[in-house]
């Protein structure tokens, strides 16, 4: 019995970025849930709960935070019982597709005092306001990074050696026929506490770190190799660039214990590749320096607007707890686990 964390949506140089489709994927879906209330209601908490109840029937949990918060989750899968739950509140509203026969949903809402919440409601709405100011001004800081990242042209790649490196790494991957699944998430995320990473690579039986220089990434190769694994059966999971989500940053192969991944740091365990591997070696200058330092700049500036967002979330949650039926919150969270 393993677990295996990642964030489902990231905020990112696009915005908020979601993969919550991802969580649990329609085809493998027998029950999914999909939690209704405001904050502080415990929708996290519910979700935690049932996931260590799942954990101690000795089955594999996926586990799936929230980048506002990554001590907070937005969801959790349990693909053994092809059961997933999710968050199904702003900013990634989803509702049940198939309601009753597949889909469920948990209004926590109901067990809220809404006589007690309506005098507040003017100042909710003013806690709310100053929330989307602080998440709009992170936006537009990684915007400005991602600007920086790419203000100096990448080092060009080596198609003869990128055309060895795939050839050696498709020749090492398993062969099962049909064509595999291919999910997309996130490893690393913006929070307020920082870039977070999550995702625990050590847990795979090999993992190949390639060396990537700044301002470069190697989306054109992982991509293959996702493609080549999909081609060749295998389910992939393609873990996005937290800032530049329309880039690859990691492709896993969790159920044959295979991960190829992308750093700027050798990783402490697996096999590690340099850059000259695959890109043409280039001579840091003055200039690469100055983009590093503006783009680390950017990037604390936008992680300062979500630590405030935080502190303002957390105001809000102060609303809602006081005013929340915990012994109704109990049922609903003992209906959930009777069905494990």
Request: charged share 20%.
């Given at each position: 019995m393993h677990s295996i964390h990642f964030f489902a949506g990231a905020n990112t140089a696009r915005g908020f970025y979601s993969c919550f489709d991802h969580i649990l994927p329609a085809r493998e879906r027998k029950r999914m849930y999909f939690i209704k209330g405001g904050p502080g209601v415990g929708k996290s908490t519910l979700m935690r709960r049932v996931a260590q109840t799942a954990e101690e029937k000795g089955l594999d949990v996926l586990y799936y935070h929230c980048s506002s918060d990554p001590d907070s989750?937005?969801?959790?899968?349990?693909?053994?019982?092809?059961?997933?739950?999710?968050?199904?509140?702003?900013?990634?509203?989803?509702?049940?597709?198939?309601?009753?026969?597949?889909?469920?949903?948990?209004?926590?809402?109901?067990?809220?005092?809404?006589?007690?919440?309506?005098?507040?409601?003017?100042?909710?709405?003013e806690v709310q306001r100053?929330?989307?100011?602080?998440?709009?001004?992170?936006?537009?800081?990684?915007a400005a990074a991602q600007q920086v990242l790419h203000a100096a042209p990448p080092p060009p790649v080596d198609n003869v050696k990128t055309a060895q490196l795939l050839d050696s790494w498709t020749h090492s991957l398993p062969l099962r026929g049909g064509t595999g699944q291919v999910r997309e998430l996130f490893a690393s995320a913006f929070t307020p506490k920082g870039l977070v990473s999550l995702t625990n690579f050590s847990l795979m039986e090999r993992c190949i770190t390639l060396e990537v220089p700044f301002g470069a990434h190697a989306t054109q190769l992982l991509d293959h190799i996702a493609r080549q694994a999909s081609g060749r059966g295998l389910d992939v999971i393609r873990l996005l660039d937290p800032l530049c989500p329309e880039e690859t940053a990691h492709v896993m192969l969790p159920a044959h214990g295979i991960a190829f991944c992308t750093a700027q740091r050798a990783p402490e365990n697996g096999e590690w590749l340099t850059a000259d591997t695959v890109f043409t070696a280039q001579e840091a200058d003055r200039e690469q320096s100055f983009d590093r330092n503006a783009y680390e700049l950017l990037c604390q500036r936008a992680v300062e607007q979500l630590s405030q967002a935080k502190a303002l979330h957390d105001e809000l949650e102060a609303f809602y707890v006081k005013n929340m039926d915990f012994l109704g919150w109990q049922t609903v969270l003992d209906r959930v686990i009777s069905a494990l």
């Open positions: 989750l937005d969801g959790i899968c349990l693909p053994a019982r092809g059961m997933g739950m999710m968050d199904g509140t702003a900013p990634h509203v989803y509702d049940p597709a198939v309601p009753g026969a597949r889909d469920t949903l948990l209004s926590l809402g109901d067990h809220l005092d809404e006589a007690a919440l309506m005098p507040h409601a003017g100042e909710i709405a100053q929330i989307s100011a602080r998440f709009a001004r992170c936006y537009r800081y990684l």
